[in-house]
């Protein structure tokens, strides 16, 4: 469920139901084979540059901006991350997310107890491209007080990557030395499976990366630091 607001000034607001495609160019399902772990799935959105239309109704132009709410209803077992700040995990509501307009026995699933409802918000105006969301088998390591890494629960790769972008508090700093307070209240990374067709994508308050970035011996922060300039200026 997305509420798009196209002015925080007026408060206008639109409350969407749509139903997608599993052929939609920006949901990406990646089946077990195409995973680190190899366990369980992995889903990722890449919306760049005007798929978003293809998760949600909406004129996917750098003319409209969006805030937006979410609620993930993902299995028990994996995680979800947004681009966007997380609320709340909590248990399922019956019937929750208007499930009785599924079919095919989807009502079931979305309402069986081994599910919980992640909830996400973003108040800062983004361009519908940059909406972003991952669920999988995640492991997570702080590096920094705005800046926790994401990546598949594998202790290698996470290790890995911690080491690598350990710098990145201090690149943030950096520059705000040059141009002032960070405008964002994080700066998280999502290392994403080696299918991920992009180097890394400027997703707000979670940039996604392909884990070729994690070369061992720190240059592949220069990837974060083009991303952390695309953040900066709200791309």
């Known amino acids: 469920m997305v509420d798009n607001r196209s002015s925080q000034q007026t408060g206008d607001s639109v409350a969407m139901d749509s139903t997608n495609s599993p052929s939609s160019t920006s949901i990406k399902w990646l089946s077990l084979p195409y ?7 992995f889903v990722y959105t890449q919306c ?6 293809s998760i949600f109704p909406y004129q996917d132009t750098p003319a409209a901006r969006i805030c937006y709410t979410s609620l993930l209803n993902i299995p028990h077992e994996l995680s979800a991350i947004m681009s966007a700040s997380h609320v709340e995990s ?15 026995g989807f009502n079931l699933l979305w309402s069986s107890k081994t599910r919980v409802i992640e909830q996400f918000h973003i108040n800062h105006l983004i361009l ?9 088998e995640l ?8 800046t926790t890494i994401y990546v598949e629960a594998v202790d290698s790769l996470l290790d890995a990557a911690a080491k690598e972008f350990a710098g990145t508090e201090e690149m943030i700093m950096q520059g ?3 141009f002032g307070k960070y405008p964002w209240e994080r700066f998280d ?3 994403l499976p080696p299918s991920f067709p992009y180097g890394g994508m400027e997703n707000p308050m979670m940039v996604f990366l392909t884990p070729t970035v994690i070369k061992g011996d720190v240059s592949g922060a220069q990837v974060v630091a083009h991303e952390l300039a695309h953040s900066w200026t709200g791309s």
């Open 139 to 146: 492991g997570s390591r702080e590096v920094g007080p705005r």
């Open 35 to 41: 995973t680190f772990n190899k366990k369980h799935p």
């Open 90 to 104: 909590r248990p399922l509501v019956f019937d929750e997310g208007h499930s009785h307009i599924l079919s095919y």
């Open 176 to 178: 705000e030395k040059l």
């Open 128 to 136: 519908p491209y940059l909406f972003a969301f991952a669920v999988g």
């Open 189 to 191: 990374l999502l290392v």
């Open 48 to 53: 760049q540059s005007i798929h978003a239309r």
